[in-house]
């Protein structure tokens, strides 16, 4: 679509946007939010930059983010790209900078990721991802720690009803290994659309039998509790190890209290290429994408030349504020405080001063404005306390006008300080 | 330079960083300290996209920002570019979508911008700005209030010794009305450049006379307190008017206890294109760049349709923790308060759960490490507490063997959490 040049100065492209009052107070809320719960944790921030070279940041990306990547050039030719997610830059830096850091490590990010998607509801072309990765470790005890990790997170945005969806690559590898690739891949896509008939076809084309052709056949239906994990059990084999880690997961999920979030999904095999253990997505009721998505990535450390286990989740953040329940009072009040009359008179200033030192939002005008215009002005701002300068001193000190809700009324800097004890907007 | 491709997998291109640990920890300090302060100021946060138009963001930018943009197409064929500044995006969200809000807007950013220049301490491709714009106000107290704010963010990040240099665009600007644009530049250049003899050949080009070639001569050395505005004061006109606004920010500053951080320069004529008044910088001694610029900018709002006066600075985070005080504690500290052995105990759990709430951060052991293991692990990480399960209970409850540099004992749920409020790490 041609666009005439001088239309887009100061139009928005599509699919990004500006966040601006109460929108961009939520937004960073989530993000403190989750900074914290992943301190808490003992997970810590990375920060890697926003573009780097083409070459690094395909490394595991699946096809679909690869075509999705925003390439730039730099002025000696080399081809950047902006990041599209931060599993692959996290595995890099742990592979190459974080060596002498005792393992397991623990590391989290928060930061804008950048698709060439069609924009709608919950499909930005620039979203806010927030992750965790826990390299070093392949133990269930490891899995279960990050899918717990994972609801913490959702449950401290307020999602209500959110689930867990719980799958396991290990299982749907250990029943495919072997098989040719084209097979592999038209077995995977019909379970992941599942849809019985194309998986028989599939299976016919793949030349499969016997108990591991029913056990692959029946995994769209295997959606469930540990009772879905009953036949994969007795398979013996890669196949039982497979099933019995992710029933050990499952059961530590039950030792945190969350078990009744989980389903477990046989089904799952989204991401075949780069997962290689547990995968999961966490989902809410009526949205028709996933909150967060996450799995074990055992293979992707090992190209960047230090191999080792690797299991974690990225959260998009504004899919979970769509989530959010709507009576959340999430974000912090923006209004100030107090809507002070400019003054450069001593006391006014270092009263201003103390009351910010103190955590009080605290406007100063700086339009000249008095009495009824500043209070009409404070009030428009949400605010409904001003304070004027008198002028006047009495026995105890400078004597300030001060009006709020309850009238308009003398006071000394003491009086108003006892006041603000009670402003907890 | 050519480079081979396999030459960049996993390398970083230059002047772009991974931050990571007490690194990583600084900045978001700094970045939270800073969203505080402008919050208690009256400020509010907008968050625009990390690209746009390139048509939109060149509005307002310098030829040298102009010329530092990174810029790529998206798949309509349209030009999009990194933001290099935060500035023009503010004034395009308040001359388009802020248009109910009250005035004046007090508007924040933090956030990265994308410089194509060459990489050296201070100077990197991707760096971190934080700034503020005063949108609607075009008074001395709208001025004054800015510069302090300035001054209060680098009291606030700890940097010592920094000094306020602020000048008065529209001072040169009244001096210089009338002349050719190449006289202008000329004029400008050898200012800017502080050097008397290009000055005096600039002059002479220009064909300028009298008092006014004598006080455009002398603006190089206008450099002090107010002392150094008396004969513009003394010019009338504009010119007067112009020196008679700053003299009034001083003394506000003074007001506010900063003067001493201030000193006056009327050889400052950068950005002469873009600021309509004030302008001003925050420097460090030993510094080769600025911490902070900023200034007033009555015209930019109006090339989005909405003319309105606004002022201004923006603050390099990445300069100003490089100028902080050696000796400056300014990140907290991120190892665990506590390492727990892996245990699927619900008591266990349950008192992980409700440290964790309280805010500590607690490191749950995913390796089945045990005993001496354990503690040696948890030293690594910085911890010197480490908690095992024991599996038993007495009167009081289950019982936990519980270790720190006083040594090891076993201790109640209770006995724990009394320790815990000692933590002050």
């Given at each position: 679509m041609?666009t005439?040049?001088?239309s887009l100065?100061?139009?928005?492209?599509?699919?990004?946007?500006?966040?601006f009052?109460?929108?961009a107070?939520?937004r960073r809320?989530?993000?403190?939010v989750?900074r914290?719960?992943?301190?808490?944790?003992a997970?810590?921030?990375?920060?890697p930059p926003t573009?780097?070279?083409?070459?690094t940041l395909?490394?595991?990306?699946?096809s679909?983010?690869?075509?999705a990547?925003?390439?730039f050039f730099d002025?000696?030719?080399h081809?950047?790209a902006?990041?599209?997610?931060?599993?692959t830059?996290?595995a890099r830096?742990?592979a190459?900078?974080?060596l002498?850091q005792?393992?397991?490590?623990?590391c989290f990010y928060?930061?804008?990721?950048?698709?060439?998607e069609?924009?709608?509801v919950?499909?930005?072309?620039e979203?806010?991802?927030?992750?965790?990765?826990?390299?070093?470790?392949?133990?269930?005890?490891?899995?279960?720690?990050?899918?717990?990790?994972?609801a913490?997170?959702?449950?401290?945005?307020d999602?209500?009803?959110?689930?867990?969806?719980?799958?396991?690559?290990?299982?749907f590898?250990?029943l495919?290994?072997?098989?040719r690739?084209?097979?592999?891949?038209?077995i995977?896509?019909a379970i992941?659309?599942r849809?019985p008939?194309?998986l028989q076809?599939?299976?016919?084309?793949?030349g499969?039998t016997?108990s591991q052709r029913a056990?692959?056949?029946?995994?769209p239906?295997?959606i469930?509790?540990p009772?879905v994990?009953?036949e994969?059990l007795?398979f013996?084999?890669?196949?039982?190890?497979a099933?019995?880690?992710?029933?050990?997961?499952?059961?530590?999920?039950?030792?945190y209290?969350?078990?009744?979030r989980?389903i477990l999904?046989l089904g799952?095999?989204?991401?075949?290429?780069y997962?290689t253990?547990?995968t999961?997505?966490g989902?809410?009721?009526?949205l028709?994408?996933?909150?967060?998505?996450?799995g074990?990535y055992?293979?992707?450390l090992g190209?960047?030349?230090r191999?080792?286990?690797?299991?974690?989740f990225g959260?998009g953040?504004?899919?979970?504020?769509l989530?959010?329940?709507?009576?959340t009072?999430f974000?912090p009040?923006?209004a100030?405080?107090l809507v002070v009359?400019?003054?450069?008179h001593?006391p006014?200033?270092?009263?201003?001063r103390r009351?910010?030192?103190?955590g009080?939002?605290?406007?100063v005008d700086?339009?000249?404005r008095q009495g009824a215009?500043?209070r009409?002005y404070?009030h428009?701002q949400?605010c409904?306390r001003?304070?004027?300068c008198?002028?006047d001193s009495g026995?105890?000190?400078?004597l300030?006008?001060f009006?709020?809700e309850r009238?308009e009324r003398?006071?000394?800097g003491?009086?108003?300080?006892?006041e603000a004890?009670?402003w907890?907007?």
């Open positions: 041609a005439d040049r001088p100065r100061g139009h928005l492209p599509h699919g990004v946007q500006d966040l009052l109460s929108e107070s939520r809320q989530a993000e403190a989750l914290d719960l992943f301190a808490r944790w997970y810590r921030e990375l920060i573009f780097e070279y083409e070459d395909v490394i595991g990306a699946g679909d983010l690869r075509q990547m925003y390439r002025r000696e030719g081809t950047l902006l990041r599209a997610d931060f599993t830059q996290v830096m742990a190459t900078k974080l002498d005792p393992l397991p490590l623990r928060i930061g804008s990721v950048f698709r060439y069609e924009p709608q919950g499909h930005q072309r979203f806010t991802q927030a992750g965790v990765e826990l390299i070093g470790a392949s133990t269930p005890a490891a899995d279960a720690e990050v899918v717990a990790l994972a913490a997170a959702l449950e401290a945005l999602v209500p009803n959110f689930q867990i969806i719980l799958g396991q690559m290990a299982l590898r250990a495919t290994a072997g098989l690739a084209d097979d592999l891949e038209r995977r896509a992941d659309q849809n008939f194309r076809k599939a299976l016919d084309a793949a499969m016997g056990l692959l056949a029946s995994l239906e295997r469930g509790g009772e994990l009953e994969a007795a013996g084999g890669a196949v039982a190890s099933a019995e880690a992710l029933a050990e997961v499952y059961r530590l999920l039950d030792a209290g969350i078990a009744g989980v999904d799952e095999v989204r991401g075949m290429d997962y253990g547990i999961f997505r989902v809410a009721p009526g028709g994408w996933p909150l967060l998505s996450g074990r055992d293979e992707l190209q960047f030349g191999p080792l286990a690797a299991v974690g959260l953040i504004e899919r979970a504020l989530a959010q329940a709507p009576q009072c974000a009040s923006l100030p405080h009359q400019g003054c450069i001593p006014c200033l270092s009263l201003v009351l910010r030192q103190a009080y939002r605290v406007e700086v339009l000249g215009d500043l009409a404070a428009s949400g409904r001003t304070l004027h008198t002028g026995p105890q000190g400078p300030w006008q009006s709020d009238g003398t006071v000394t003491d009086q108003l300080w006892e004890k009670k907890n907007d």
